[in-house]
């Protein structure tokens, strides 16, 4: 694994790669979610297997704003030239990855694994009960593993960050899309309804949802199940530019 720095006008931007490019094969670049990233190292690894996968670790300092998140995840893939990829977030990352995707013929496919915020869940005092109710199907200590990164961040971030992905709508990226997005749930997730998922899928060209086995961090026992399912399902889409 190698891990290098991107320094914009949002701040610094630390990136973790594994796994080797391929000829006409996307690489898949990953936000994770609320201020955390390492609990997605396991999640990346999965991809290794069948291409180069980068998980973007977004600044923590600066304005705290989904908006200037997805011009530093957009201004990270223009320096880096990857060409064709599949761009996804999990959880509030989703929200950044596909405000990135949107206009970009570099993308091929959005990925967005655990999406939030469904309308049902919109609401700080829901939001934190969903959440409580899924860290108790979450295996392996998951939260625990997270929370050293939320007190490097503090709490004020916190709920600055928790403000900013309330407010913002996801369902109007995705809508804009040019590219299918592939919309992955855990079958216990219980921040989002299979129903609205399958709706966001839909906004997008030819979406997809489909329900893995675990909570909304589903990949964390099981890494190699949602690379196949992106692999699958990307493939064809990997070989031609998003856009036309």
């Known amino acids: 694994m190698t891990t290098t720095y991107h320094h914009g006008p949002f701040g610094r931007l630390r990136c973790r790669s594994i796994g080797t490019a391929r000829p006409g094969v996307a690489q898949v670049v990953v936000v994770p979610g609320l201020s955390v990233a390492d609990y ?5 690894a999965g991809f290794a297997g069948w291409t180069r996968a980068h ?7 600066g304005g705290v704003d989904v908006t200037r998140f997805a011009d530093a995840v957009a201004g990270w893939l223009d ?8 761009l996804g977030g ?3 990352g989703t929200q950044v990855a596909a405000a990135a995707a949107v206009g970009r013929r570099d993308v091929v496919a959005v990925l967005l694994a655990g999406p939030i915020v469904d309308p049902a869940r919109r609401g700080a005092l829901r939001l934190g009960r969903s ?3 899924d ?3 979450e295996r392996g200590g998951l939260i625990r593993s997270q929370g050293p ?3 490097r961040s503090g709490p004020l971030r916190l709920a600055r960050l928790i403000r900013s992905h309330l407010a913002y709508r996801i369902e109007e990226p995705v809508g804009a899309l040019r590219v299918p997005a592939l919309v992955l749930r855990g079958s216990e997730d219980r921040l989002s309804r299979p129903g609205w998922c399958r709706r966001l899928a839909a906004l997008s060209p030819g979406g997809r949802y489909v329900e893995l086995p675990g909570a909304h961090s589903f990949f964390w026992d ?6 196949e399912v992106v692999r699958d399902a990307c493939s064809s889409e990997s070989s031609r530019p998003a856009g036309g």
Do not use: F, K
Not at 40 to 44: D, I, S, Y
Not at 79 to 86: E, S
């Open 222 to 227: 099981d890494p190699e199940t949602w690379a």
């Open 135 to 137: 860290g108790r199907q």
């Open 40 to 44: 997605l190292l396991t999640g990346l």
């Open 131 to 133: 959440w409580l109710r």
């Open 79 to 86: 320096t880096n030239d990857l060409g064709p990829v599949v």
């Open 149 to 151: 990164e939320w007190a």
């Open 55 to 61: 998980l973007l670790e977004l600044p923590r300092s």
């Open 90 to 92: 999990h959880s509030s």
